[in-house]
Every structure is written in structure tokens, then in C-alpha cells.
């Protein structure tokens, strides 16, 4: 199973980007997709979750700004990102968690000016 990010880039803050992560490979009872992140320096965080069931789930910092979906076809999650913030540079994981935990390389977004 390989996850493949792509989507990154350098914007400028209040600008936008979409990330998308296309699963390939076997991949079973999937039970969430979704986006971490790490900064330098940081800790990797939680940014987006999506149940299997469609729900849910977002860092209170990315609230109302970013939005999670995916396509159950392609087996490809998606995080579209608006008013993007300095704060929101890092590097951006997609992760597919079954009864496995798998995770993409990761696609680096830098927010500035």
C-alpha cells in the first residue's frame, strides 16, 4: 500500500491550496482518512480527520478555514485549504488507518509573503 500526497506549494497568506492523497494497493475496512501535519520544530499534529461513516473531525486552528473530503472510489482524501496563515507552514501527511496504520511522505506547504 502506498499513499501518494501531492498539492503543495508556496502561497501567500489568505491565499488557497488542495492537497489531495490517492491510495494504492489493497486497502480493507477503512476506517479514517486523513491529514497531520508537522512544523519545524513541532510536534506532529492532528489537522483533519474523515470517518468511514462521513464524519468529521478538525484542529480548532483549522476550523472553518480547511475542509476535508475524499472520494471512496479512487480511495483519495482531500484537504482543501483556505485563508492560509504563516502559521499553517509545514510539512502535510495523509494517513489511511485500517486495521494498519499507513502514512504518505508528506508535501510540504509555506505560507508567506
Known amino acids: 500500500v502506498q499513499l501518494q500526497a501531492s498539492g503543495g506549494g508556496l502561497v501567500q497568506p489568505g491565499g488557497s491550496l488542495r492537497l489531495s492523497c490517492e491510495a494504492s494497493?489493497?486497502?480493507?475496512?477503512?476506517?479514517?482518512m486523513g491529514w497531520y501535519r508537522q512544523a519545524p520544530g513541532k510536534q506532529r499534529e492532528l489537522v483533519a480527520l474523515?470517518?468511514?461513516?462521513?464524519?468529521?473531525n478538525y484542529a480548532d486552528s483549522v476550523k472553518g478555514r480547511f475542509t476535508i473530503s475524499r472520494d471512496k472510489a479512487k480511495i483519495t482524501v482531500y484537504l482543501q485549504m483556505n485563508s492560509l496563515k504563516p502559521e499553517d507552514t509545514a510539512v502535510y501527511y495523509c494517513?489511511?488507518?485500517?486495521?494498519?496504520?499507513?502514512w504518505g511522505k508528506g508535501t510540504l506547504v509555506t505560507v508567506s509573503s
Open positions: 494517513n489511511v488507518l485500517t486495521v494498519m496504520d499507513y
Open positions: 494497493g489493497s486497502i480493507f475496512s477503512i476506517r479514517y
Open positions: 474523515i470517518a468511514s461513516g462521513g464524519t468529521t
